[in-house]
């Protein structure tokens, strides 16, 4: 018999046999047929009068119900273009009025989505699309012309390339899918062919071991982030790349309704600067249209000065990030002139979050909570989380999820405040990397373990702690060092808003440890290791 330990402030437990550690266990609130689409435009439904989005430069209001009939709408132009399901369609483009429609419209038709980056060039446009094959894709008329030949050097040429704003003459538009008669109360959630294995979402990993990936997520899997759920795939995203060449993502509509499972956030208002090539944008999108919370979106990237603007024009109570928009932020004039006092959460993930950069924060947004969570596009569920403390602790173990940490020499299974890589296992199984196996065989075993070359460890009281990444330690001159505990050490100068250390490559020695910095607002720092030579010595 396996003697297993639960702690019961927070729901973790440890099969000490097996050296497992498995958060809390959640009964679904959706079924292995449920596409996001169908939950999604059946919440709008229920709340038609409700204001679900706020586009921040065009001042438009749109109500529940005129989301909810636009995303009727694409759907039977989908039908009506005989487009079939888990056809993929692509998606390049910033938060502009239709993107949210255009989302539920082609998760209703039961398509998967290949989200990529506005801001791609025509090669990485081409490296994606090449391996997701998408047969129409949706952009902002700006970058039709840079898509359009894109799409013909890749093999392409026959896919539709449509507009979403700034029309161009002569090419299709969102508008043509608009003019659909529809009876949106009389709207029936689709069938998903493949259920709990279709995939919604192809997203493109943040690239932190390489070049981008394509990660597939399946509806169930995202309905999972929410509540729990199954997994056909909802939408396709590429990985970010720094592993290698992207890799395209399956995410389930049950894994991306997983994500989060809240009322905390009803009627309040929340904000991101994430498209829909972030998942952390998915899940805005997703948590914020079920949970009726009012939506405020950005055409355009983070900047310091429209944060600012945004937080106060708009009461913003929800605020998601990653770190380095916080530390930006710090780094503008308009910090000490500007009032946060809505800012109820500010819930940030995608990298390791230094507490000293909240306490920096914290002093102009006393009243705010500050919360942190760690997850990879390729687990699609929220591995651990938790309101940010002073011990850089990441939380606790996410609900029906399951970690084990391994040595990264041998593969044994390691106990309590031992290091090594974290193993994570969720209740749905894995869409994999879109086409292909061998990347995915390489990091998704046929237990059903995901490792994520990230290094930890859990502590007594069930918390997880992040190091780095495997690939991340550096050797110079026969030391190793981490150049995350450097820049653990720099953040806490008063003077510095953000910082990455590298390793530069230097002769037989290695790699010499260099810091790039960025200073706060009127800092006078010059040489950070000529003025805390006391610091740098740790």
């Known amino acids: 018999m396996s003697f297993s330990f639960t702690n019961t402030a927070n729901n973790t437990s440890f099969d000490k046999d097996a050296k497992i550690w498995r958060g809390l266990q959640v009964k679904p609130d959706y079924g292995p047929g449920d ?42 132009h989908f039908e009506r273009l005989q487009l079939k399901q888990c056809d993929i369609i692509g998606l390049c483009a910033a938060n502009t009025e239709n993107v949210a429609p255009l989302f539920f419209g082609a998760l209703a038709a039961g398509l998967s989505i290949s989200t990529l980056d506005s801001d791609y060039d025509k090669e990485g446009i081409k490296m994606v699309c090449s391996c997701t094959m998408p047969r129409m894709i949706f952009c902002d008329g700006v970058n039709y012309q840079r898509i359009r ?18 029309h161009v003459e002569g090419v299709p538009s969102i508008l043509d899918f608009l003019e ?6 009389q709207y029936e959630g689709p069938i998903l062919e493949k259920g709990v294995n279709q995939v919604a979402v192809i997203i493109c990993t943040s690239g932190t071991t390489g070049f981008p990936k394509a990660v597939c997520m399946s509806h169930a899997a995202l309905l999972e982030c929410y509540n729990s759920g199954v997994n056909q795939v909802a939408v396709i995203i590429c990985t970010s790349g720094t592993t290698g060449f992207p890799k395209a993502v399956c995410m389930s509509h049950a894994a991306l309704l997983e994500c989060y ?15 829909l090539n972030w998942l952390t944008g998915i899940l805005a999108l997703i948590h914020g249209t079920i949970s009726r919370v009012t939506r405020i979106s ?13 937080i106060q024009q708009h009461k913003v109570n929800i605020f998601l990030a990653p770190p380095s928009q916080l530390a930006l932020a710090l780094t503008s004039n308009a910090i000490g002139e500007s009032d946060l006092s809505s800012l109820d959460y500010i819930i940030m993930g995608g990298c390791a979050i230094p507490y000293a950069l909240i306490e920096k924060f914290m002093k102009y947004a006393p009243q705010t909570i500050f919360y942190g969570g760690y997850a990879t596009s390729e687990t699609c569920c929220v591995i651990a989380s938790g309101v940010c403390e002073s011990s850089n602790a990441v939380g606790t173990i996410g609900p029906n999820v399951e970690i084990k940490i391994i040595d990264n020499d041998n593969g044994k299974l390691l106990g309590p405040n031992e290091l090594g890589e974290i193993c994570v296992r969720s209740r749905l199984p894995w869409a994999g990397y879109y086409k292909n196996p061998e990347l995915t065989r390489a990091i998704y075993d046929s237990d059903g373990w995901i490792y994520t070359g990230d290094n930890g460890y859990i502590n007594d009281e069930g918390k997880l702690f992040l190091s780095e990444r495997k690939v991340d330690i550096r050797k110079y001159a026969g030391f190793h060092f981490s150049p995350s505990d450097i820049e653990k050490v720099i953040i806490e100068l008063p003077q510095v808003a953000d910082v990455c250390v590298v390793g530069i490559p230097e002769g037989v020695f290695g790699h010499l440890p260099a810091a790039a910095v960025i200073k706060r607002m009127l800092s006078s720092y010059t040489d950070i290791g000529g003025k805390n030579n006391e610091d740098n010595s740790h």
């Open 298 to 310: 950005s055409e355009k990237p983070f900047s310091p000065e429209d944060f600012f603007e945004i």
């Open 35 to 76: 596409s996001i689409a169908g939950i999604a435009i059946k919440a709008m439904l229920e709340h038609p009068d409700h204001i679900g989005q706020i586009c921040h430069q065009s001042g438009k209001e749109l109500r529940n119900i005129e989301i909810a009939t636009k995303a009727i709408q694409i759907a039977r």
């Open 261 to 275: 499972n809240s009322t905390d956030f009803l009627n309040r208002r929340l904000f991101s600067f994430s498209s």
């Open 180 to 185: 659909e008669k529809v009876k949106p109360e």
């Open 149 to 166: 030949e894109a799409f013909d050097e890749c093999g392409l040429s026959s896919s539709v390339v449509i507009t979403l704003n700034d």
